[in-house]
């Protein structure tokens, strides 16, 4: 990397960036779970696709190329063709080399470029995204090293399976073998008896210390004793995307944060050190005087975004903050008209080992081609 030489790029020269040939709103075509042409909006995970929907294909965009969200600044390299909701820019290649082995380095180098967006400002318009310069490795002819760029895409990936799978042996999920208790949890799912509870019965919101910093003069990754990470309405990295130091913060772990000034209201379990920085809050469960595990809690957060995170509420149509969402109410398992919590428990531990069936076996075929 050191010898390596640079040029700046306009996005421009590289992509075409044209406007999505029919926008699908959510709220009036049916989002299925299972489907043959993704469903790609301004989501912050899952490569932007919040599911499929069935409609002419005649609207599909193209493949091998780059959803951007307009006002979130998220980007995806999309492989297969799609269609789009609202405010997504697709960023067509004019280079012939440009595919799926290559697609993250120019997303990598063109997030950072954008790096200094912020949520609430106006959207990127097209000659904004056409005029964004971007850094990318160079020949001796002054032309794009896709060769380098593959080959060190390829040794990262290396390096990462290598990593991943020594992360998996050494916390024992090489094992995901189902317990009988996990089995029969989810063979029992369709026959749950469930509850209704008052979020502001469950849980309570916790009082924390007045953070002397906005965002904007916060860094975006840790320096010096800027170690620990904060919340804002941001749904992007679960809300944490800013430092601030240890020592001026109320630092909390395992509970419960979700936002109250945002565009989505989606809640996350925390279970790393962080504190709140604005727009935001966190809660804990005090029901029973219990202290939930991680699997509890990831439950809950389910349960919880049934009714906050909803298409319904936006920066325009403000969910509210603790003193509305206290009041709504979840369902949850019960037994014995209290949380059923080892339901909650093991459904929970049956889907993260299921999930991690998936990463085991992601790592062995990975290593096989290597």
Known sequence: MKNVKWGEFKIGDLFEVNSYKKRFDANKVEVLKVGKYPYVARMSSNNGQKGFINEDVKFLNEGNTISFGQ????????????????????????ERRFNKQNAQFFISTMMKAFSTFSWG??????????????????????QIDFDFIESLLAELETERIDKLEKHLSAHNLINFVLSEKE??????????????FKLGVLFEKIDTKKIPFKADELPKQITGNYTLPCLTSSFKNQGLNYFVPKDV???????????????VYRAYYQSNEFT??????????????????SSQYLF????????????????????????????KYIQLPIKNNKPDYETMEYIISAINKMTIRDVVLFVQQKQSRL
């Open 183 to 196: 089995k029969k949890a989810l063979e029992n799912f369709e026959n749950i008896e469930w509850g209704k």
């Open 276 to 293: 709140v920085l604005s727009d935001a809050y966190a809660v804990r469960w005090i029901l029973d005087d219990v202290k939930l595990s």
């Open 300 to 327: 809950a957060v389910q349960c919880i975004n049934k009714v906050t995170d909803l298409p319904l509420y936006s920066y325009k149509n403000k969910l509210g903050g603790w003193n509305v969402v206290k009041n």
């Open 121 to 142: 400002s106006s959207s990127f318009n097209v000659d904004i995204i056409k005029n964004q310069k971007i850094s990318l490795p160079i020949t001796k002819e002054k």
């Open 71 to 94: 006002d979130t600044a998220t980007m995806y390299y999309q492989e297969k063709e799609y269609f789009t909701a609202d405010k997504i820019k697709i960023l067509k290649p004019k």
């Open 249 to 263: 913060a109320t630092v909390l772990k395992n509970v419960i944060s979700i936002p109250s000034n945002s565009d």
